[in-house]
């Protein structure tokens, strides 16, 4: 039962990946009043239809027969893909036109070897821009236009690492909770927040550090004496200190409220 129920998973993944090839031939870049959405095709929504019909297959199965993990994070890769690299395929260009001033303010510091607060007034938070700087300098030297067209696609697989932590601390041996998380956070991210801008690496930054903060309640006392953890949660919290202010101010509301509620947990149990 479990290889023909796995076999049906397979088969509805690979059939939804054609679909949306089908779908990307298809489709062209002709905006209406609902945006991209007026630009697909008929495949692309049956290729979710197909994705989403191998997730539920995966989660009805029962307990001691689930499919095995890689499943999982192929089905959520697939998802990424339908959703993040599509509008680059379709559109050819970098979403929106902050990019390309994000971008340029990176450049300058490729061209100079040098940030400048005084003139650039973003250059006071350089986080983003500095490791745009590097990335592109490693990655495309010749063509950064591609890491701005790409870059909201790679970024949203970085995030399914912290996520995936976060929620497996959170719910820790239920692993369907973990994937259900997982699925509903990309199906319901939609602020357009990870084109390239500080935002974007601000976010990977916060949800690392939500992710360690579970673990840090899960872990509990043995925190105070775990020294990488500390360093790292410094160095993490610092980089997002000087990439993105608000950001940075939330991660400080949250572990104070935390703390608070810790702390009169403690006094009344004791």
Not at 159 to 167: D, K, R, V
Request: hydrophobic letters at 55%.
């Amino acid at each position: 039962m479990n290889s023909k129920y796995n076999f049906l998973i397979i088969s509805l993944i690979f059939e939804s990946i054609f679909s949306w090839s089908i779908s990307m031939i298809g489709s062209n870049p002709n905006m209406g009043d609902f945006g991209l959405f007026h630009s697909l095709s008929l495949f692309y929504f049956i290729s979710i239809f197909l994705l989403l019909c191998s997730f539920l297959l995966a989660l009805m199965q029962p307990d001691k027969i689930q499919p095995n993990k890689k499943v999982y994070f192929v089905i959520i890769l697939v998802l990424i893909i339908f959703l993040f690299l599509t509008p680059a395929i379709i559109e050819g260009t970098a979403r929106f036109r902050s990019s390309y001033k994000v971008y340029g303010f990176a450049d300058y510091i490729n061209r100079n070897a040098y940030i400048n607060p005084q003139t650039i007034w973003y250059h006071n938070w350089p986080g983003a821009f500095l490791f745009t700087s590097i990335l592109s300098e490693i990655v495309s030297p010749n063509n950064d236009f591609l890491i701005l067209m790409y870059f909201p696609f790679i970024i949203q697989i970085i995030y399914f690492f912290p996520i995936y932590i976060f929620l497996k601390s959170l719910f820790q041996d239920d692993d369907k909770k973990v994937w259900i998380g997982i699925w509903i956070f990309y199906i319901l991210n939609f602020v357009n927040q990870d084109y390239m801008s500080p935002q974007a690496f601000a976010y990977l930054f916060f949800l690392i550090i939500l992710s360690i903060i579970v673990k840090i309640g899960n872990i509990g006392k043995d925190y105070d004496n775990n020294v990488p953890l500390k360093f790292v949660s410094i160095i993490l919290f610092s980089s997002l200190v000087v990439t993105h202010m608000m950001t940075s101010l939330m991660i400080l509301s949250i572990l104070f409220f935390s703390a608070l509620v810790s702390s009169n947990s403690f006094s009344k149990e004791y």
